[in-house]
């Protein structure tokens, strides 16, 4: 029997928390039982498809998929390396990252020791002599506003921004297949013009775009409420040969317990690192939250002196004087631990979450060292990719490469069958 609790429910399928408790009282679901803070749940018994796909889930299977061969990959945007790492451990041959950043250059570099990682501008790069080189291309590229979306102009709208050098490379390096990654609102964006011109230019430059998807990092092996859309994009003349197939989630949800002590996450428990620390009247505040509780569970004249203006505020302010929880996932990390508005306290010491506290958050292997100050890891690992998921994605590229290798040989036989 898997169990599941109520806030680790409602992190799944994103909804509030006073949402199960209401399917809770009307009989829609019904709790093994409930303490204070908490309704246990059986997984398999929830009538939930995403639950149900967690009960049903082929993760080990996909966790098996290996290259048929040796599939060469360039990734751009690279950051600290989360979303790198995973495509690599999913067996993918990085043969470039390109990263701005000084110091999460010399993170990659320090970790990515056989990989060229070019270090400038990405306007600056020359992407043709990798034409016909690289089998797969990836990046998180930042998204700016299209100052012309609504013009319809497509690949010409995109100038000056970062996705259109995105595109650039893509058309340079004609990859079989490309993974765009973004913020879950990239959709939405500027009432669906952003995305519009997107998925025009992707059409322009050749290559059909598998509809998108928003995946919870917390459905994929990842103690963190944190929220990606990935755009898959298949070259045009292979499209139809092949079908692509979105990661299994994991069978259950991740907690900061599983984090930060040794079990089914990591070996050891967490080591000791660098990490910020309260001012002494905040720590003093923060001190009588409870664990997973905030603000609202202070005493009112304490409520008063922290939020001060934002006390007479509407609004739950839910992330403000929050207290994490050993026993559900992080709320997605920041490029700051401290800050007041999206407040990481840990849960049972008063103090921010360190930097492998952290990096362990974004699933980052022990080992993986993090160039810079402290402040500066802080800010590569909060923008990160969520190693695990990006590894769960990364299996289903592979499986995809796979099988577009197996019917371009398919074809190559029957071609030569007839001649």
């Known amino acids: 029997m898997t169990i599941i609790n109520s806030t680790n429910l409602a992190s799944v399928l994103v909804v509030s928390n006073s949402t199960v408790d209401s399917w809770v009282k009307c009989g829609k679901i019904s709790p093994l039982k409930s303490d204070n803070s908490y309704s246990y749940f059986d997984l398999h018994k929830l009538p939930f498809p995403e639950i149900q796909q967690m009960s049903q889930s082929s993760w080990e299977t996909e966790e098996n998929i290996k290259p048929v061969r040796k599939f060469n990959s360039i990734e751009l945007f690279a950051g600290a390396g989360g979303l790198a790492l995973g495509l690599h451990k999913a067996g993918f041959n990085h043969v470039l990252l390109n990263e701005f950043d000084k110091d999460a250059c010399e993170t990659l570099r320090l970790n990515f020791k056989d990989t060229v990682v070019a270090e400038c501008d990405i306007h600056d790069l020359d992407f043709t002599p990798y034409k016909g080189k690289i089998d797969f291309l990836s990046g998180g590229f930042p998204c700016q506003a299209f100052s012309y979306a609504g013009n319809q102009k497509g690949f010409e709208d995109a100038r000056g921004t970062l996705f259109f050098e995105l595109a650039r490379a893509i058309k340079e390096t004609q990859p079989k297949v490309f993974l765009g990654e973004n913020v879950k609102g990239l959709v939405t964006h500027d009432n669906g013009k952003t995305f519009k011109v997107i998925s025009q230019i992707i059409d322009d430059l050749g290559y059909y775009l598998v509809p998108p998807r928003v995946l919870k990092a917390v459905m994929y092996k990842v103690p963190q409420k944190r929220e990606r859309i990935f755009l898959v994009g298949i070259r045009k003349d292979l499209a139809d040969l092949v079908k692509f197939y979105w990661p299994s989630p994991y069978h259950r949800v991740m907690t900061l317990r599983d984090t930060f002590y040794k079990g089914e996450l990591f070996d050891s428990d967490v080591p ?106 802080y800010k590569q690992i909060g923008n990160a990719v969520p190693v695990n998921l990006a590894n769960a994605m990364g299996h289903s590229l592979i499986r995809l490469l796979n099988d577009i290798e197996a019917a371009v040989n398919q074809e190559e036989r029957l071609l030569a069958k007839t001649a």
């Open 272 to 377: 000791q690192s660098s990490g910020q620390k309260y001012p002494k009247r905040k720590a003093e505040i923060l001190s009588q939250v409870p664990m997973g509780g905030n603000w609202r569970n202070l005493p009112e004249e304490l409520q008063r002196e922290y939020m001060k203006g934002s006390f007479h505020l509407e609004g739950g302010k839910t992330g403000m004087a929050r207290r994490l929880s050993l026993d559900e996932p992080s709320l997605t990390l920041t490029c700051a631990p401290a800050q007041k508005q999206t407040e990481r306290c840990h849960p049972l010491e008063t103090r921010p979450l360190t930097v492998r506290e952290y990096a362990r958050i974004q699933t980052f292997p022990d080992s993986w060292q993090f160039a810079g100050n402290e402040s500066s890891q």
